[in-house]
């Protein structure tokens, strides 16, 4: 077993969500290292030794691994956004597949052979939305960036990879704008300053742009001018707000939203639907991606005319309603209530009269829906990270769906929660993997399972 400032030579045959290359000691001991790639010889310095696996920092990269690039950001690593940029992204898209096959495996106990990867093309600039923190550079300059991993230090970064090319452009017109009439940024260690966050979002679809300034305070000096800066920026700002935040916390958004010039959101279509988008409204932020990912899922329950969908953690509504027109009815059940609200205007607005929402714990209501007769023909999962609970496995139960199709940003929860349902009698038909979240550690998975 290694003990800590050993130094020794060190494959890397695994990489982890985090973004820890994974290798093993010739006695099996496990070391994780950041910054490698599978396939990398590495000199490793142990820094910390457990009993079963212990950390090491890579020295020296004695030989790199077929898959390793360079970097193409200044603020990579430190920034803590991105984990793969140092890795092919064909390479990366391998290593997320194989995360979801085994976890099917492993936690679920499914014979599964093989599975696609889906992704929906450019790795970078797919984000909609940015929240950039403000700080200060070495010369005392405000300025924009994100937060390095694990702290509340700014890197500054004007230009993400994984943001539109304009966002750069608005970012900086933001930032000599501070710096012209000395407007300070938030200090989290004392509550002083003003500015906290630039906020961007935009709408793929429409070309409609949202910029507000995050404040900790009730006015913005000079706001007529930092109007006119963002609106010369980028072409499409039809949005310029405030978002009033002086709590002591790291939430970034408040409900205290004053617009300071134009509309008070953006519009945008996703998978043939209008959503009129707020500062607040919960949207997917890979507008081409998400449009894959529930393009699978309709493809999966394949809805007909006859059939009763339920749509179990239904969010604004987006997965139901892109289904709600090959459908008899679609009911939606979702816990928070502004999102409730969301999905009924979602359907009011796209002319969809067939599509109910029920605000509710998705497990109650499901079990209050099979008591009071309702028996779905599909039903649709979309759960949170921790997956479903046990209710949601007895409702299923009772209400037997032909279909059941799980949508899950956690392959290990999803795989758990299948083999649940397998275990009242479905079966997998149909298994894929969708990379909505190029270079970084998430990526989602959708499941076909039917009833036998």
Known sequence: MPTKNDI??????????DGLGVGKTDGGYVLFVAGTAPGDVIEAHVMKAEKSYGYAKAEKIITPAECRVDADCPVFPRCGGCLYRHIRYENELGIKKSWVLENFRRIGGFDISDIEIFSAGSPDGYRNKAQYPAGTDKDGNIRFGF?????HRVAPCRACALQPKFYADIVGAAEDFLNKYKISPYDDATGNGLVRHLYIRNGVGSGEVMVALVINGDVLPHSDEFVAAVRGAADGVVSVMLIINKERSNVILT???ITLWGKDGIADTLCGLRFEISPLSFYQVNHDGAELLYGIA????AVEKSDVLLDLYCGTGTIGLSMAREAKEVIGVEIIP????NARENAKNNGISNAKFICADAGKAADELSDGGVSPDVVIIDPPRRGCGADVYGAIEKMRPEKI???SCNSATAARDARAFADIGYTIESLCAVDMFPRTGHVECVVLMTRK
Do not use: E, F, G, Q
């Open 8 to 17: 020794l030579t060190l494959k890397i045959t695994d990489i982890t969500p």
């Open 147 to 151: 937060y390095s991993k694990h702290t």
């Open 255 to 257: 409900d205290n939203v």
């Open 298 to 301: 309709k493809k999966y329950a």
């Open 338 to 341: 502004a999102a409730v609200r």
């Open 405 to 407: 199709v799980m949508v």
